[in-house]
């Protein structure tokens, strides 16, 4: 059906565009796609008794609202499980994208918003399983290349041995990147791909600010990105905090001779100061906020009117034939002064 109705589909996108702009396409397809790839995600550990403690929004980036599933791997969870669940999204964005093509095609003669409905949900469903299913970012995609070469940490492994190319490494680190050519490809194609990527978004986004906003619009994408690469550092340092929080938790958690209740009692002890010792670190962002609009504000730029514009007539008048019948001739044209 996408193939053979390809021309007609991009002529019926344009009507998209008109209809629908950048905040609608993003609310409908988090309420479509993202609400259902996400269920779908946590239907899935559930087939397989695996817990899923939490369900709710989080913001990607910091600015991007999305629903999110927490589902509590285990490491040893078979791999047959962890496969399906990380490849239950892409399945869902795939038959989605079928059922948006269906709808489009069923009710594009009926005169109303469906077809418009299921175009948009067809290409929000395509262009997020392309996104996700790139393995060289870190996806659905990336995830399940990880697991299926049973390499949890791929992107460490790859860019410690691009990194043996300009600085020596130790033994340990040598053996532990094992293939080195693939792994050394996988990491230079990824950096490029992340460089390609940041820079067409960033151009996209700041033309489309500028076309519409004129000078605000370049204030708006300068906070953007100064939340983006926020969040960006925020989500670094935790994971190095993970990461210092599970090597010194595995002592107390392995540990045969220290009883189960003192045991447990040191680890909610632990956590409940790796979340404070958290949230100290985001302490700062209520002030950062404030103190970077006002410097926005002081900052001398001229304002321009911007934004769509329609224009009407002075004024109107209906006419109603005086007698029923099909209208065959107009002999009058547009703008054209008539009698009565």
């Given at each position: 059906a996408f193939i053979f109705n390809f021309n007609l589909y991009l002529s019926d996108l344009k009507s998209v565009k008109l209809?629908?702009?950048?905040?609608?396409?993003?609310?409908?397809?988090?309420?479509?796609?993202?609400?259902?790839?996400?269920?779908?995600?946590?239907?899935?550990?559930?087939?397989?008794?695996?817990?899923?403690?939490s369900f709710g929004i989080i913001f990607v980036f910091g600015l991007l609202p999305r629903f999110n599933v927490f589902i509590d791997r285990h490491h040893d969870m078979p791999l047959n499980s962890n496969l399906v669940i990380i490849s239950s999204s892409l399945i869902a964005r795939?038959?989605?994208?079928?059922?948006?093509?269906?709808?489009?095609?069923?009710?594009?003669?009926?005169?109303?918003?469906?077809?418009?409905?299921?175009?948009?949900?067809?290409?929000?469903?395509?262009?997020?399983?392309?996104?996700?299913?790139?393995?060289?970012?870190?996806?659905?995609?990336?995830?399940?290349?990880?697991?299926?070469?049973?390499?949890?940490?791929?992107?460490?492994?790859?860019?410690?041995?691009?990194?043996?190319?300009?600085?020596?490494?130790?033994?340990?680190i040598e053996q532990y990147t094992g293939n080195k050519l693939a792994l050394r490809i996988y990491a230079l194609a990824s950096i490029i791909f992340m460089i390609a990527l940041g820079t067409f978004i960033s151009f996209v986004l700041s033309?489309?600010?500028?076309?519409?906003?004129?000078?605000?619009?370049?204030?708006?994408?300068?906070?953007?990105?100064?939340?983006?690469?926020?969040?960006?550092?925020?989500?670094?340092?935790?994971?190095?905090?993970?990461?210092?929080?599970?090597?010194?938790?595995?002592?107390?958690?392995?540990?045969?001779?220290?009883?189960?209740?003192?045991?447990?009692?040191?680890?909610?002890?632990?956590?409940?100061?790796?979340?404070?010792?958290?949230?100290?670190?985001?302490?700062l962002l209520p002030i950062l906020l404030p103190l970077l609009l006002l410097c926005l504000l002081l900052l001398p730029f001229k304002y321009e009117p911007g934004g769509s514009a329609e224009i009407f007539p002075i004024s109107s008048h209906e006419i109603y034939a005086e007698t029923s019948g099909v209208v065959e001739h107009i002999y009058a044209n547009t703008g054209d002064w008539v009698n009565k």
């Amino acid at each position: 059906a996408f193939i053979f109705n390809f021309n007609l589909y991009l002529s019926d996108l344009k009507s998209v565009k008109l209809h629908f702009n950048l905040f609608q396409h993003l609310l409908f397809s988090m309420f479509t796609i993202n609400l259902l790839t996400q269920s779908v995600r946590g239907l899935s550990a559930r087939l397989y008794n695996i817990p899923v403690p939490s369900f709710g929004i989080i913001f990607v980036f910091g600015l991007l609202p999305r629903f999110n599933v927490f589902i509590d791997r285990h490491h040893d969870m078979p791999l047959n499980s962890n496969l399906v669940i990380i490849s239950s999204s892409l399945i869902a964005r795939f038959i989605l994208f079928s059922l948006g093509i269906s709808l489009w095609l069923i009710s594009r003669g009926s005169g109303t918003l469906l077809p418009l409905l299921g175009s948009m949900l067809s290409l929000s469903s395509l262009v997020s399983f392309f996104i996700v299913a790139n393995p060289l970012m870190r996806s659905d995609g990336y995830r399940l290349l990880a697991h299926y070469f049973q390499m949890p940490n791929l992107r460490q492994r790859a860019n410690k041995a691009f990194i043996s190319l300009f600085k020596k490494q130790p033994e340990v680190i040598e053996q532990y990147t094992g293939n080195k050519l693939a792994l050394r490809i996988y990491a230079l194609a990824s950096i490029i791909f992340m460089i390609a990527l940041g820079t067409f978004i960033s151009f996209v986004l700041s033309n489309w600010l500028l076309t519409n906003y004129h000078g605000f619009g370049i204030v708006i994408f300068l906070l953007i990105l100064f939340l983006a690469v926020l969040s960006l550092y925020r989500k670094k340092r935790t994971r190095k905090k993970l990461k210092a929080e599970k090597k010194s938790i595995e002592p107390l958690r392995n540990n045969p001779a220290i009883e189960p209740i003192v045991r447990t009692s040191k680890l909610a002890n632990h956590q409940a100061d790796f979340i404070d010792e958290k949230k100290k670190s985001y302490s700062l962002l209520p002030i950062l906020l404030p103190l970077l609009l006002l410097c926005l504000l002081l900052l001398p730029f001229k304002y321009e009117p911007g934004g769509s514009a329609e224009i009407f007539p002075i004024s109107s008048h209906e006419i109603y034939a005086e007698t029923s019948g099909v209208v065959e001739h107009i002999y009058a044209n547009t703008g054209d002064w008539v009698n009565k």
